[in-house]
């Protein structure tokens, strides 16, 4: 597993590298690194005594553009690492192309943006489209997708649904909407599955609740 976790958002992106890695796992400073490190970190084996697998953090790799090009060069032969590695980076340039390379090899990256003002806006507008037609929804949360951070996202879509819930106490929908969500979130929290995969399917499921 290869991600890449960006963003100013950097107590989130720590919840989220602890999620996937756990308390345990090797930092490396991408500055520091020379081509010739990549193989030992992605096929190495771990230092931790008893993992089964490679935990690792990587900082600001972008940085050192030799490294990363190497990466980006090489990365149909790294994404087979059995270990998990995580990219952390304070800025990330998607028009590289490196980055572009990592991308087409299916490396995700996660964005932790700072909440805007336009987001509690957004998610009631999508929410309310989703209760009318999920499909349509989702088409609406792809076009600012690329602007939200996902468990950002859900949190103020499970304010929303409180929001509901309160309005209409006793309404069949908005008990199963906040029932659903609980479900979501905890899946969130305890699964390897995209964040943005579920709320998708919350939003599909929403209509029919």
Request: glycine fraction near 8%; charge should be neutral.
């Amino acid at each position: 597993m290869i991600k890449i976790f960006t963003g100013e958002d950097r107590g989130k992106l720590q919840e989220a590298v602890k999620r996937e890695l756990g308390e345990e796992y090797e930092v490396f400073e991408g500055e520091e690194l020379t081509t010739g490190d990549l193989p030992g970190i992605f096929f190495g084996a771990t230092l931790f005594a008893g993992f089964a697998e490679r935990r690792v953090v990587i900082r600001d790799l972008g940085e050192n553009k030799v490294v990363f090009t190497e990466l980006g060069e090489k990365i149909e032969e790294f994404v087979k690492t059995e270990a998990k590695v995580i990219l952390v980076e304070t800025k990330f340039d998607k028009r590289l192309s490196a980055a572009k390379k990592l991308a087409k090899a299916g490396v995700e990256v996660r964005e932790f943006k700072m909440a805007g003002k336009g987001d509690s806006r957004a998610v009631f507008e999508i929410y309310d489209l989703a209760l009318k037609d999920g499909a349509q929804a989702v088409r609406a949360l792809e076009k600012i997708q690329a602007e939200q951070e996902p468990y950002m996202f859900f949190g103020l879509l499970a304010s929303q649904a409180l929001k509901r819930l309160e309005w209409r106490p006793n309404g069949t929908k908005e008990r199963r909407a906040v029932k659903e969500l609980a479900e979501v979130d905890m899946k969130m929290k305890t699964t390897a599955v995209e964040p943005w995969l579920l709320v998708k399917s919350f939003l599909v499921r929403l209509s029919s609740l």
